[in-house]
């Protein structure tokens, strides 16, 4: 049977390029016919020495022409964005020509041929796949069968596809799944994309359980397995190691096999042991480990440099299906601090999308403040800004609601020094999401009628299956998008009622300045009339003054004197 072109492939972020390096070399040394390719989940440091030399081709991520890809990589941390590429990748060489692919993850080194894999691809295999135990294990604490019934059945650290019709088929809808929904939420049946392949030997015939010992060897079986040899011919169960998955494992802290797990460490560790983990950690620190650390992740900071605390992350997965604001790295920081239109008050002191949200789902927060209340927004406002801290893990997300509280103290510009960023190391920002996919000549060909060449009905077929899938992919979208605008409308819904809250206290200030304006003028009318009754009775005073010294004068007893009056008085008489 003739060999299939094959590809291994990994994926990593820059901070585990030192692991993925042992990873590769080592799957080179032993199968030099497979081409090597390490996909990369970042965006690539200037320094080319730090990747893998000429006989790998890295891939970055954005490359891979996933749909939305800057709201996919704003949605996940960087674990998520790890293991939601793999289907992506996979799908990638697949199409590039390579008929058998395998993956490993980049905590793994290979110590044999992959043989009992590549045999199984080779013979029409769709998937291979390791489980993680092959056989009970009971026991109190993890890894134990009820903790790996959780977590996955198979260890999807590795797996194998082979090109045809199915792994197509299935790559696509594991693709569609993990676009959104690569998470660790273990009480809703996912474990980011490791459950998903649970399912998988039920959608095909084509999958292969590999149950050899040999293989992806790790701490939740080794203690059901017995590792021995020494450096180049390392064994389990008395046949060659294959691979040793070390996942978990601190290359600085070598007495411990994986955090995951309280096994094999404090000195419990069987001598074979101690020198595998030596020899592989001597490997990672001599590859630079921990030369990247994990703040300088491209897809961790908002454009402005904030980092993005996973909470922001969950937020925007569960509210944002679609996101139409443009790359959310750029935007979202700014709609977090936007004023929340369902909650009482829209002041820049009121309460902002990302609070409301923390209280939304928070009972404690929820029970305690009564967001329909000024005083419940305030008492909230205050709490958020002496505490929000331990969630947001940052300041400056913080920060714009202390300043628009009226907040002073400079301890918030002292941990802004503190988080800041140097220009020069600030996570860059890529461009956007690739660009949409162009309708390749033979699906238009495809579409417009059967060729009249039958030895190009086989590829026409093939080519009809691939645009059904392609069909099925914008479906699922479709639907997707329905949902998100069912979303929007409810928030516009929303945020109408809240403008009609705030008309309505608007209205009643208008009426009430007209009133003010109706009472003013009637206090002016009142003052003039005020004015003129003075102006009466000052005149009144003078008439009885003038009358007074009438008669002071007609008694008189001088007729000469008031003869001339008493004519005047007489007349004065008359007309009274």
Known sequence: ????????????????????????????RHHPEADIYLCLADEKLPDP?????????????????????????????????NTALKPFMARHLLAR??????????DIEVHAPLE??????????????????????????????????????????????????DTDRILRWWSRRLQYECVNDQDRGIFMDQKFMDLVPGFTNGVRILRDTAYNVAYWNLQQRTLSGTPGNWKIDGEPLRFFHFSGFNPSEPGCLSKHTDLFRDGRQPPPLVELLSHYAAQVLANGHGRVPDAFYAYGRFASGTPLPEVVRRMFRECHAHWSGGDPFSTYEEYLHLPCAR???????????????????????????DLASSEGVSR????????????????????????????????FRLLQQEHAVDPRNAAHIGEHAAAPRVQSTKVQTALAGPTKDP??????????????????????????????VTQMRGEMLALNRALDLTAQPLQAAHALHEEMNTLRAHAEELHTLRARAEDVSTLRAHAEQLAASVEAILASKSWRITRPLRTVAGVLRKRR
Request: with cysteine; charged share 20%; hydrophobic share 40%.
């Open 116 to 165: 009992r894999v590549f045999s199984l691809l080779d013979e029409g295999a769709a998937f291979v796949l390791t489980p993680h135990i092959t056989q009970p294990l009971e026991q109190p604490n993890f890894p134990n069968d009820l903790g790996i019934m959780r977590a996955g059945v198979y260890n999807l650290g590795f797996f194998g596809v082979g090109a045809g019709e």
């Open 1 to 28: 049977m003739a060999t299939r072109r094959r590809a291994i492939f990994t994926v990593c972020s820059n901070n585990y390029v030192p692991m993925a390096k042992v990873l590769l070399e080592s799957a080179t």
């Open 380 to 411: 909230y406002v205050d709490w958020h800004i002496g505490n929000g801290l331990s969630t947001l893990k940052d300041s400056r997300l913080i920060a714009p609601v202390a300043l628009g509280a009226g907040e002073s103290d400079p301890s």
């Open 343 to 369: 909650t009482h008050g829209t002041a820049p002191s009121g309460v902002t999308n990302l609070m409301a949200y923390l209280h939304e789902r928070d009972p404690w927060l929820r029970s305690t403040y």
């Open 455 to 484: 030895e190009g009905l086989e590829e026409t077929a093939a080519t009809l299956r691939r645009c059904r899938l392609d069909l099925e992919d914008a479906r699922e979208e479709n639907r997707r998008l329905a949902n998100a």
């Open 97 to 106: 020509g390579y008929e058998s692919v395998v993956y490993l993850d980049p």
């Open 49 to 81: 020495v730090f990747y893998p030399g000429q006989q790998c081709e890295v891939v970055e991520a954005k490359m891979l022409g996933v749909p939305n890809f800057r709201e996919f990589a704003f949605r996940y941390d960087i674990m998520e964005f």
